[in-house]
Structure formats: C-alpha cells, structure tokens
C-alpha cells in the first residue's frame, strides 16, 4: 500500500506561480512513476505530467513549457512548478503513484484556483 499527501494548492492571480508537492509513505519501494492529473469542473480527469523513477519526465500538451515536473526519490516526493498558470489550469489536482506491478495510488487532491 502507499499513501499520498498532496499540498501546495490554493488561489493564485493569472500568470502567477504555484507549487506542488505530494508525499507518498509506506510501500515507497514499489513506486515506478509519480504523476499529476488534474479535473476541472464538468470536466474529466486528465494527465498533467509523469515521471519515472529514472527521473524522466513527460508532459501533456497544456502543460509543456508551463509546468515542470520533478522527483525526490530520497524523499518519496514528487513535485510540480506550475508557472503562467492561466484560469483554465483552475482544477483539483491528484497525485498519482504507479508501482512496479502496474498498481495505482491515488491522492485526495488538492485544489488550485487560478482567478484574479
């Protein structure tokens, strides 16, 4: 089992800067990739970015050159810089861990509003 613990949301004006973190406890060992979706209001969840415990990362359209995702595996935490945010990065946003044997762990989410 792993356990995930999202901060770092919360209200921020346009084109300004939030950070993201998520920390995962108990079976840490098992954690291949960490992840951030996202799921606006009416709308479904989707991917923001991954990265693998080799530290590569990969990023979704919307979210390239914008945010930047990063990983510390000493910490079991994996982070994301969000900058430029626009209003339509308004969203809950999850944390995501998949394990080596393709199980997935979910965050509670942590909400950023994007609004002057």
């Known amino acids: 089992q792993v356990q995930l613990v999202e901060s770092g949301g919360g209200l921020v004006q346009p084109g300004g800067s939030l950070i993201l973190s998520c920390a995962a406890s108990?079976?840490?060992?098992?954690?291949?990739?960490m992840g951030w979706y996202r799921q606006a209001p009416g709308k479904e969840r989707e991917l923001v970015a991954i990265?693998?415990?080799?530290?590569?990362?990969n990023y979704t359209d919307s979210a390239k050159g914008r945010f930047t995702i990063s990983r510390d595996n000493a910490k079991n935490t994996v982070y994301l810089q969000m900058n430029s945010l626009k209003p339509e990065d308004t969203a809950v946003y999850y944390c995501?861990?998949?394990?080596?044997?393709?199980?997935?762990?979910w965050g509670k989410g942590t909400l950023v509003t994007v609004s002057s």
């Open positions: 990265i693998t415990s080799a530290g590569s990362p």
């Open positions: 995501k861990v998949r394990t080596f044997l393709a199980r997935d762990y």
């Open positions: 108990g079976s840490t060992f098992s954690i291949y990739a």
